[in-house]
């Protein structure tokens, strides 16, 4: 009874501790913000690049000041809202029921979603191994806390600095993975528990289209299954498909790749109607989002700049970045996931989560690079989202398991997480160290406001008239 007891408790505890070790490693520059916040200054928090953090910001205010729409407040011209960052209203409406200003819930929601993001994926980990909770737990350190090897640059008066080659947007190593931007934390959980939900519908179909006999009673049982699948996905899917169009179609393409294997074993189009209806669905919803993604994008020349930006960017780093400085920024990573996607791939007997495990890596890394060899006018590094990063883990674990077994001795599969974490934290301590320090000009201006401007700009919140002309001082920015 109280070994029970205790097994039942102390997975949850450790998982818990893990998880609060992760999100304080993975947020520094916001923790030592706050703790070295000076007096006569507001704590705002800035813990990304500025611009993109006050257009974040002011899509929280507008969510707590009534908007439903995104407005595009830093243009003098006027454009249409938008359902783009929807999420980022609600996030705002609901700071704003408790009161908090749009950077107290911009924090605040960024820490939450991320804490939630993660404890998702271990949940996520804990069907690929449900009877080993060493397995659970290396694999989600694995995940956790995988980085690119550190970067070492000699400087001009000859000192070293230390840090990590940030390959754009692919969150290889994990203070990029783990961000603090809510959206971005949020879209991820949604794709863990839709995965989750919807492979886990489809293995339920499977299972008894290949063990029992169909039947009326059967058919009722799994329409009354697809309709509550559908009432809980169809929400969160449009909502993932409008704040992340990519990590829509991989969780769809994923979906369609696993119907036709199946399908084509049983040679009809007409076995399992139920995840059928489930994927003609969510082509609909993505054809729907996507039209008006589109329309938005062309009536709007910010977004549009924007996605035009993003495509440059990705085009440009891929070729200028090298072989060299991917194997740098990807680390042990790199060779571990292909060499575990071997392995796995070799395996006669696979499990329907490990065919979604080799699926979803061919989706997710050939996104990322068939757009450039093929010039494909899209941002590919869009595929390789945070959450991909949980069947990144689980497959790395796969190569663990492979090369342990290669040395025939015992333990071995201990060894090898230790010593592979070890060279991650390793790599992880310069730049944590670097983060936690104060914070200088100009990042200082960004993060504190001096509480004089702060009351003014709260004062010109309501201040009349509407449209009056703020003079601005062009030699300091906290002149008003």
């Known amino acids: 009874m109280h070994k029970k007891f205790r097994s039942k408790v102390f997975e949850p505890l450790l998982v818990f501790f893990i998880t609060l070790t992760a999100v304080m490693v993975t947020t520094p520059k916001l923790i030592s913000q706050y703790v070295y916040r000076p007096v006569g200054y507001v704590f705002v928090g800035l813990t990304t690049y500025f611009e993109d953090f006050?257009?974040?910001l002011d899509q929280f205010y507008q969510g707590g000041h009534g908007n439903w729409l995104t407005e595009n407040r830093f243009s003098f011209e006027q454009y249409p809202p938008t359902l783009i960052y929807f999420n980022n209203i609600i996030f705002g409406k609901i700071g704003g029921m408790f009161g908090l200003e749009s950077f107290q819930s911009y924090n605040l929601f960024g820490i939450l979603l991320k804490s939630l993001f993660m404890l998702l994926a271990y949940g996520a980990i804990r069907y690929f191994f449900p009877t080993s909770l060493f397995k659970r737990i290396a694999t989600y350190l694995i995940f956790l806390f995988s980085t690119g090897l550190p970067n070492v640059v000699l400087q001009n008066g000859g000192n070293f600095e230390y840090g990590h080659i940030d390959l754009f947007r692919t969150g290889n190593h994990i203070f990029s993975r783990f961000g603090t931007s809510a959206n971005d934390m949020f879209n991820n959980s949604i794709f863990v528990?839709?995965?989750?939900?919807?492979?886990?519908?489809f293995i339920e179909e499977l299972h008894w289209s290949q063990n029992f006999v169909s039947s009326s009673k059967t058919s009722d049982y799994?329409?009354?299954?697809?309709?509550k699948v559908l009432v809980f996905i169809l929400p969160f899917f449009v909502l993932l498909t409008i704040g992340d169009l990519f990590k829509s179609i991989a969780l769809l393409g994923l979906m369609i790749i696993l119907y036709l294997k199946y399908r084509i074993q049983k040679k009809s189009f007409y076995i399992y109607p139920h995840t059928l209806g489930?994927?003609?669905?969510?082509?609909?919803?993505?054809?729907?989002?996507s039209l008006y993604i589109v329309k938005t994008v062309n009536v709007?020349?910010?977004?549009?700049?924007?996605?035009?930006w993003d495509v440059y960017m990705?085009?440009?780093?891929?070729?200028?970045?090298?072989?060299?400085?991917?194997?740098?920024?990807?680390?042990?990573?790199?060779?571990?996931?292909?060499?575990?996607?071997?392995?796995?791939l070799a395996k006669?007997?696979?499990?329907?989560?490990?065919?979604?495990?080799?699926?979803l890596s061919a989706i997710c890394v050939g996104g990322y690079i068939v757009p450039v060899v093929f010039r494909i006018p899209i941002s590919g590094f869009r595929f390789m989202f945070s959450a991909f990063y949980i069947v990144i883990a689980v497959i790395i674990w796969y190569a663990i398991e492979a090369l342990s077994e290669r040395f025939h001795k015992k333990q071995m599969d201990v060894v090898l997480i230790v010593v592979y974490l070890a060279i991650n934290i390793v790599s992880i301590v310069p730049q944590l160290y670097k983060d936690y320090q104060p914070v200088k000009e100009p990042e200082f201006h960004f993060a504190y406001i001096p509480n004089d401007l702060y009351k003014g700009l709260v004062f010109l919140r309501t201040a009349?008239?509407?449209?009056?002309i703020i003079l601005g001082s062009p030699l300091h920015p906290l002149i008003l």
Request: with cysteine.
């Open 193 to 201: 528990i839709l995965c989750v939900v919807l492979v886990g519908f």
């Open 300 to 308: 709007d020349p910010v977004y549009e700049q924007a996605v035009k």
């Open 464 to 468: 009349e008239p509407r449209d009056a």
């Open 348 to 359: 006669k007997q696979k499990s329907m989560l490990e065919e979604s495990a080799l699926i």
């Open 222 to 227: 799994f329409w009354m299954r697809f309709v």
């Open 278 to 289: 489930l994927i003609l669905i969510l082509i609909g919803v993505i054809s729907l989002v």
């Open 314 to 344: 990705y085009f440009n780093h891929i070729k200028g970045a090298g072989f060299v400085n991917y194997v740098k920024g990807f680390g042990l990573m790199m060779p571990l996931f292909f060499y575990g996607y071997w392995a796995l």
């Open 54 to 56: 006050y257009y974040y």
